[in-house]
């Protein structure tokens, strides 16, 4: 009797544009929110929101009003709900109305979707707590399942997600991490108490994430009644279905005339024709469901790509060199009590700026241009380490020096 678990990502990066080398010392507007032709953080938002969020919000709640059992769940970046609150309140207000129905989960995560638990346990606790206390700002809720920034996961991450109190941590059901076993079940993470583990199962999700619309696809097309058929087989050989994705899979990844909005109205009708099968959030699932062995991931995994692990974010030098001098700042930016470059160190530490420099798929990975800024990785990383040479020079004269000194 596999329950449905939907969780989904929503995230949007406070992109960098073009920063040149003589902009060093004369421009602070990292961000490119000055000017009519720089405004790109804003176009991406408000065209994402209309033709993504809002009408795939619109069918949720249609759907949470219809089924008092039907379920979904969100993990929203600190950063996005900064855009949204700023651009579209109209959007952040269409949340909130899901939220309040009572029948919708919200995770945590690192406030700027970040790698810190990487490069600094810190860092990376510092921003849990931010990412905590704006869910409790805005939605009025405390999370008690975690995600970290793209899935990425390993033993240490659930050992340092307990300790924070979470009951729960998400993470990519890759098949060298499961061998023989189903992503279908609640597992334990090794040297974990409590704390539980769901598993993306990533060929259902990848179903309507990536490969929906795919006309070279031989299930394509894929029909409400069909999807609802493939959980329904796992009937006897599992007991929770995952299904996680980036939220701008409808309506963005997948533009409205594929018929992805029909197939997101019509799925939940269709999961309910099969007996025993419904909807849970992740953390309903670990109430009820018991963990089925444990699992063991000593090294890093994530959602990204075909490897699944850290090589979209640091494969190559320039990706290497960039993460090395971000956080070799940490110390005297936080030192200089200026909120407002602590606030731009933190914007440079989300994942996507490392994303950009990505080489590996560049000629043919169109997934790595999704509203790319730069022209190539080198761009990002040009632009990248002027911005972070800016940065330094903010800093107080005592902790510039001191910093030098070390070697950053």
């Given at each position: 009797m596999p329950s449905v678990c939907f969780y989904f990502q929503v995230h949007q990066p406070m992109r960098l544009k073009r920063y040149r080398v003589f902009d060093i010392g004369a421009d602070r507007g990292y961000f490119a929110e000055t000017g009519e032709t720089n405004r790109n953080n804003e176009r991406v938002l408000r065209k994402v929101a209309s033709k993504a969020y809002l009408?795939?919000?619109?069918?949720?709640?249609?759907?949470?009003?219809?089924?008092?059992?039907?379920?979904?769940?969100?993990?929203f970046s600190g950063v996005f709900l900064d855009q949204l609150a700023e651009w579209s309140p109209e959007?952040?207000?269409?949340?909130?109305?899901?939220?309040?129905?009572?029948?919708?989960?919200?995770?945590?995560?690192?406030?700027?979707?970040?790698?810190?638990f990487?490069?600094?346990r810190e860092e990376f606790r510092r921003q849990v707590e931010?990412?905590?206390?704006?869910?409790?700002?805005?939605?009025?809720?405390?999370?008690?399942?975690?995600?970290?920034?793209?899935?990425?996961?390993s033993n240490d991450v659930a050992a340092e997600a307990e300790s924070l109190g979470y009951a729960g941590v998400l993470a990519e059901g890759a098949d060298h991490i499961l061998g023989w076993r189903s992503p279908n079940f609640l597992y334990q993470p090794r040297g974990g108490a409590n704390i539980r583990l769901l598993l993306k199962n990533y060929r259902l999700s990848d179903d309507i994430a990536f490969r929906f619309s795919s006309r070279d696809w031989a299930e394509y097309p894929l029909t409400a009644p069909k999807f609802a058929s493939w959980v329904a087989a796992h009937n006897g050989n599992g007991e929770v279905v995952n299904l996680f994705m980036?939220?701008?899979?409808f309506g963005e990844h997948q533009w409205a005339d594929t018929g992805i909005f029909d197939f997101l109205r019509a799925l939940p009708a269709e999961?309910?024709?099969?007996?025993?099968?419904?909807?849970?959030?992740?953390?309903?699932?670990?109430?009820?469901?018991?963990?089925?062995g444990i699992v063991d991931v000593p090294h890093y995994i994530s959602w990204a790509d075909i490897e699944r692990d850290l090589s979209a974010w640091t494969e190559n030098s320039m990706q290497q060199d960039a993460l090395r001098q971000l956080y070799a700042l940490e110390g005297p930016v936080l030192a200089s009590r200026d909120s407002s470059l602590i606030e731009d160190w933190r914007r440079l530490q989300t994942s996507d700026h490392f994303y950009y420099m990505c080489t590996k798929w560049w000629n043919d990975g169109d997934v790595h241009k999704y509203f790319n800024p730069h022209d190539s990785p080198y761009d990002a990383f040009i632009s990248f380490m002027n911005v972070l040479h800016d940065v330094e020079l903010r800093l107080p004269q005592k902790h510039r020096a001191q910093n030098m000194e070390h070697g950053a």
């Amino acid at each position: 009797m596999p329950s449905v678990c939907f969780y989904f990502q929503v995230h949007q990066p406070m992109r960098l544009k073009r920063y040149r080398v003589f902009d060093i010392g004369a421009d602070r507007g990292y961000f490119a929110e000055t000017g009519e032709t720089n405004r790109n953080n804003e176009r991406v938002l408000r065209k994402v929101a209309s033709k993504a969020y809002l009408p795939t919000n619109a069918i949720l709640l249609e759907l949470l009003r219809r089924y008092p059992d039907f379920r979904v769940s969100f993990s929203f970046s600190g950063v996005f709900l900064d855009q949204l609150a700023e651009w579209s309140p109209e959007t952040l207000d269409s949340f909130r109305r899901l939220v309040a129905t009572g029948q919708v989960e919200l995770l945590s995560e690192t406030y700027h979707h970040s790698l810190s638990f990487v490069f600094s346990r810190e860092e990376f606790r510092r921003q849990v707590e931010l990412h905590r206390k704006k869910l409790k700002e805005i939605f009025g809720v405390r999370p008690v399942v975690f995600r970290n920034t793209e899935l990425i996961y390993s033993n240490d991450v659930a050992a340092e997600a307990e300790s924070l109190g979470y009951a729960g941590v998400l993470a990519e059901g890759a098949d060298h991490i499961l061998g023989w076993r189903s992503p279908n079940f609640l597992y334990q993470p090794r040297g974990g108490a409590n704390i539980r583990l769901l598993l993306k199962n990533y060929r259902l999700s990848d179903d309507i994430a990536f490969r929906f619309s795919s006309r070279d696809w031989a299930e394509y097309p894929l029909t409400a009644p069909k999807f609802a058929s493939w959980v329904a087989a796992h009937n006897g050989n599992g007991e929770v279905v995952n299904l996680f994705m980036d939220y701008e899979t409808f309506g963005e990844h997948q533009w409205a005339d594929t018929g992805i909005f029909d197939f997101l109205r019509a799925l939940p009708a269709e999961v309910y024709k099969h007996p025993n099968n419904d909807f849970v959030t992740p953390s309903e699932a670990i109430r009820r469901f018991p963990p089925r062995g444990i699992v063991d991931v000593p090294h890093y995994i994530s959602w990204a790509d075909i490897e699944r692990d850290l090589s979209a974010w640091t494969e190559n030098s320039m990706q290497q060199d960039a993460l090395r001098q971000l956080y070799a700042l940490e110390g005297p930016v936080l030192a200089s009590r200026d909120s407002s470059l602590i606030e731009d160190w933190r914007r440079l530490q989300t994942s996507d700026h490392f994303y950009y420099m990505c080489t590996k798929w560049w000629n043919d990975g169109d997934v790595h241009k999704y509203f790319n800024p730069h022209d190539s990785p080198y761009d990002a990383f040009i632009s990248f380490m002027n911005v972070l040479h800016d940065v330094e020079l903010r800093l107080p004269q005592k902790h510039r020096a001191q910093n030098m000194e070390h070697g950053a």
